[in-house]
Nanobody
Framework: QVQLVESGGGLVQAGGSLRLSCAAS????????MGWFRQAPGKSREFVAA????????YYPDSVKGRFTISRDNAKNTVYLQMNSLKPEDTAAYYC?????????????????WGQGTQVTVSS
């Protein structure tokens, strides 16, 4: 199994930046891709970014494209989410996820392991 621990959330003003980190441990050799999702109060979980664990390929929804960047450091088994030009509507709990199967990278159903979440709050 894979275990994930996120860090880096916090409070930031609109227009500011934050970088989230997600450290993976356990059977990391089984990871196919890593993703970030977010969930605001009263809303369903939303796909934010995904990256292929070994190889190239990053994916973003239009809502964050050009503002968020996902990257990885395989030597550290860590994936990052750099968030720039943050908006109040980006406020949510952010979750890191790992997928060991091929599937729809934007669907939470294809991810097998989840972190505990880290809160991001963007003030206006």
């Amino acid at each position: 199994q894979v275990q994930l621990v996120e860090s880096g959330g916090g409070l930031v003003q609109a227009g500011g930046s934050l970088r989230l980190s997600c450290a993976a441990s356990g059977r990391t050799v089984t990871i196919n891709r890593m993703g970030w999702f977010r969930q605001a109060p009263g809303k369903s979980r939303e796909f934010v970014a995904a990256i292929v664990w070994s190889g190239s390929g990053t994916y973003y929804p239009d809502s964050v494209k050009g503002r968020f960047t996902i990257s990885r450091d395989n030597a550290k088994n860590t994936v990052y989410l750099q968030m720039n030009s943050l908006k109040p509507e980006d406020t949510a709990a952010y979750y890191c996820a790992a997928a060991t199967r091929f599937g729809n990278y934007a669907s939470e159903l294809w991810y097998d392991a989840w972190g505990q979440g880290t809160q991001v709050t963007v003030s206006s």
